[in-house]
């Protein structure tokens, strides 16, 4: 790419897409396109069409996703494959009709088997059951995959898919009911040590900055109470979905956001497609993650140290656990050039400085 490109990052005020926004920003990329949801409806068709028509990009990283977590998946199934799907084919089509020289498609961890050899290599692709909670995602997030390596196959096109593994950092997600499990971790440790300390204003900053199924800052206290327990938060304690068992990696977003660049730089469909004769091309993408993982539990008890909670942690094992283990195999990743600098510790030092100033 051209510091001059033109160059569309699709859900460009998301956690993913602001990441490789300001990254591309730093490196100098000085014509960068993004629409927000109410500018264009990536679920519309013909609404992209015109905008590729219109503005004829060069470079594309799809970013945009409707995501969230265990409990949103499990509960919004038909949600998370129809409004995936749509906006896939909506953007990798319209990048195809309008030649665009290459585009990055940002898909997750979850594509895997439920059962996959750990750490799981690109080869693990469709060797097993998905877990059930993310199905139809995985799904959608596989048929993204399947759709730039089958126009790369068929049409010549520079389509690049990668897997991030779970990501967190600024601007993510912080609803209760649809956030990842970090930063919905972060959220419930900071209300209840909030509780628990009886600070009732920064209680309510909160509240006011990130309202709950409506309730607000102004919500009489009792009733704020009332709420959080449904969330596991009580004054003197806080319980947490499912056994603290599995295991989990965590990537920096903007960590993440470097290795994107960094492919989208330096990497072509041609330098990862298989070099034997075979007539069977697959499992072109890459991983990005850390390569090291850490429990439900043991992320838990680090965000309550860091934070000064000091109330009791439990876990309802009666809640769904999701996949045991997921840690991502990043030899390919590695061999291309690019390793990741934030750690777990370091990264949630981050985080929650950036949490406690978005307020």
């Known amino acids: 790419m051209e510091k001059h490109s033109k160059i569309y990052v699709a859900g460009h005020r998301g956690l993913v897409g602001s990441a490789i926004w300001n990254n591309l920003l730093s490196k100098g990329y000085t014509r960068l396109l993004g629409r927000s949801h109410a500018e ?6 013909p609404a992209v069409e015109a905008f590729f028509a219109a503005e004829q990009p060069e470079y594309v990283v799809l970013a945009a996703a409707h995501v969230g977590g265990i409990q949103a998946n499990n509960v919004y199934r038909a949600d ?31 594509i895997y088997p439920r059962d996959a050899a750990q750490p799981i290599r690109e080869e693990a692709l469709l060797t097993g059951p998905l877990e059930y909670t993310n199905e139809p995602y995985a799904v ?35 609803d209760l009911e649809r956030s990842h499990v970090l930063p919905a971790m972060v959220r419930k440790i900071f209300l209840a040590d909030s509780l628990l300390r009886g600070d009732e204003t920064l ?46 990696e965590f990537l920096w977003s903007e960590d993440m956001a470097d290795a994107c660049v960094f492919i989208m730089e330096r990497v072509d469909f041609e330098d990862l497609r298989p070099k034997d004769t075979s007539d069977e091309v697959r499992n072109c993408h890459i991983n990005i993650g ?19 909670y000091t109330g009791k942690i ?24 690019w390793q990741h600098r934030v750690d777990i510790s370091e990264g949630l030092e981050r985080i929650l400085d950036w949490y406690r100033r978005s307020l």
């Open 140 to 174: 959608a997030k596989i048929a993204g995959l399947k759709l730039c390596e089958s126009f790369n196959l068929q049409y010549g096109t520079n389509f690049i898919a990668v897997m991030p593994t779970n990501l967190y950092g600024p601007n993510d997600n912080f």
């Open 314 to 337: 439990s876990f309802d094992a009666s809640k769904p656990d999701g996949t045991m283990r997921k840690l991502c195999h990043v030899s390919k990743l590695h061999k291309l050039g």
């Open 40 to 45: 264009l409806d990536l679920m519309e068709g």
């Open 290 to 308: 850390t390569g090291k993982e850490i429990s439900i539990a043991a992320l838990a008890a680090m965000i309550a140290e860091k934070t000064g």
């Open 80 to 110: 998370f494959i129809y409004r995936n799907l749509q906006i896939q084919q909506n953007i990798i089509g319209a990048a195809y009709r309008h030649k665009v020289k290459k585009l990055l498609f940002l898909g997750s961890t979850c």
């Open 203 to 248: 209680l309510r900053r909160d509240l006011d900055s990130r309202p709950i199924e409506g309730f607000d800052g102004k919500t009489p206290l009792p009733e704020i109470k009332i709420l959080l327990q449904k969330y596991g938060i009580y004054p003197d304690r806080l319980e947490l979905w499912g056994t603290g068992k599995p295991l989990r």
